[in-house]
């Protein structure tokens, strides 16, 4: 089969979103350049907000939100309501370091309560008049015009956030981007007969688990999982990487096709992994289990 369309059944793409539209309209227009079924992204940004996107397409749709188990990096402008020394903004900005929490926005979807967010970085970059120029690595999640707002709190003088990059997402680096004129001219190519621009911008779903634990699993261990078994000591072919509760591990064919991905059990009964996530259809892989 051509390779264009199997990535077409299930792959993602990094776009650099730009100024303006929400993340919505963007995964839509990918939608419809593509002209496929489905299309998800993994990371809200707000319309003002530039920079990576990823956005999973047909069954990339099941498993791009393992994205939100990783951290995000952006370099954005906040400006100050009243001049304040440099030093004592980065004093504030140590102090800010670390476990946080958070009030969530009013225009926000999700229900307001008071979250702890980790801010694992948080970098002062340079200063010009009320502006400031900063670097930040977070915890998903972390609303980064709040965190502007309770820092100008912090300095007693107010402050805002007036511009904003995401310059990554967890091991997808902005440079990895794409602008949506390059997807347009890619897919235009496609249909003339050239593929190799698509194929750099159509990126397989295997590559989404390259940070998290990975398990291979025996070919009669699949189809079970495809019906929603968990996985069981038995089915193991090998492992890499710690299982860590409440965090997905990545699971894999003895070829290395992805399979999907889960979460830790404990080991209870035998049972490694409960699947949240599997691609592989029912009857793909030859059944290796007995009904009881």
């Not at 003339?192 to 688990?209: T, V, W």
Request: aromatic fraction near 8%; hydrophobic fraction near 35%; charge should be neutral.
């Amino acid at each position: 089969m051509d390779e264009i369309l199997v990535l077409l059944k299930g792959s993602y793409v990094v776009i650099d979103k730009p100024h303006g539209p929400t993340s919505h309209q963007v995964t839509s227009w990918v939608k419809g350049i593509l002209n496929v079924e489905k299309a998800g992204h993994a990371g809200t940004l707000d319309p003002h907000v530039t920079g990576v996107l990823p956005i999973g397409i047909n069954k990339g749709t099941k498993i791009i939100n393992i994205l939100h188990y990783l951290d995000k990096e952006y370099v954005g402008v906040m400006k100050l309501h009243s001049n304040v020394d440099e030093e004592r903004i980065k004093s504030i900005f140590r102090e800010f370091t670390g476990e946080i929490y958070q009030n969530v926005p009013l225009r926000s979807a999700v229900s307001r309560t008071m979250r702890r967010r980790k801010i694992y970085s948080l970098e002062f970059m340079e200063k010009d008049g009320l502006n400031v120029l900063f670097k930040t690595s977070t915890e998903s999640g972390t609303y980064i015009r709040t965190l502007c707002a309770d820092i100008g709190d912090a300095l007693g003088v107010g402050a805002n956030m007036i511009e904003l990059r995401r310059t990554r997402t967890g091991h997808i680096y902005e440079h990895e981007s794409h602008y949506l004129q390059d997807l347009v001219d890619a897919f235009e190519f496609y249909r003339e007969g050239d593929d190799k621009y698509l194929k750099e911008i159509l990126r397989p779903l295997e590559e989404l688990i390259k940070p998290f634990p990975k398990v291979w699993v025996k070919d009669s261990a699949v189809d079970a999982l495809a019906n929603g078994a968990p996985l069981y000591d038995a089915g193991i072919l090998k492992l890499e990487g710690v299982l860590k509760a409440g965090y997905p591990a990545g699971v894999l064919t003895s070829s290395g096709r992805l399979v999907g991905y889960g979460f830790p059990t404990g080991r209870e009964n035998g049972k490694i992994l409960i699947m949240d996530a599997v691609l592989i259809e029912r009857g793909e892989y030859p059944r290796g289990w007995k009904d009881k």
